[in-house]
Nanobody, 125 residues
Framework: QVQVVESGGGLVQAGGSLRLSCAASGRTFSRYAMGWFRQAPGKEREFVAH????????NYADSVKGRFTISRDDAKNTVYLQMSSLKPEDTAVYYC??????????????????WGQGTQVTVSS
């Protein structure tokens, strides 16, 4: 079974930066599209960023565009989310997810088959 594990969360002041890592098992990781989602207390899980299996295509939620960067290192079976210019509204549990099928609806939770446990990101004002 594919395992997905996030790390790198923590407490950071507004305007600061943080890099999240997502380590995934699986021989075919390099062919998986990957996504980052986040969920704040009392809210639905929302799309943050997506990267295609090849890394040639990336997509971002409007709220993070220009501030967050998703990347992948297939040699390490790892995807990253570099977060800069963090705002208090970025506070959430961040989840990494894998999509083996390359679904068109990369922004939808339902497109992803494998999920990590989440890592907490707290941005103080």
């Amino acid at each position: 079974q594919v395992q997905v594990v996030e790390s790198g969360g923590g407490l950071v002041q507004a305007g600061g930066s943080l890099r999240l890592s997502c380590a995934a098992s699986g021989r075919t990781f390099s062919r998986y599209a990957m996504g980052w989602f986040r969920q704040a207390p009392g809210k639905e899980r929302e799309f943050v960023a997506h990267i295609s299996w090849s890394g040639a295509s990336t997509n971002y939620a409007d709220s993070v565009k220009g501030r967050f960067t998703i990347s992948r290192d297939d040699a390490k079976n790892t995807v990253y989310l570099q977060m800069s210019s963090l705002k208090p509204e970025d506070t959430a549990v961040y989840y990494c997810a894998a999509d083996p099928w390359g679904n068109s609806y990369y922004y939808s939770v339902a497109s992803y088959d494998y999920w990590g446990q989440g890592t907490q990101v707290t941005v103080s004002s």
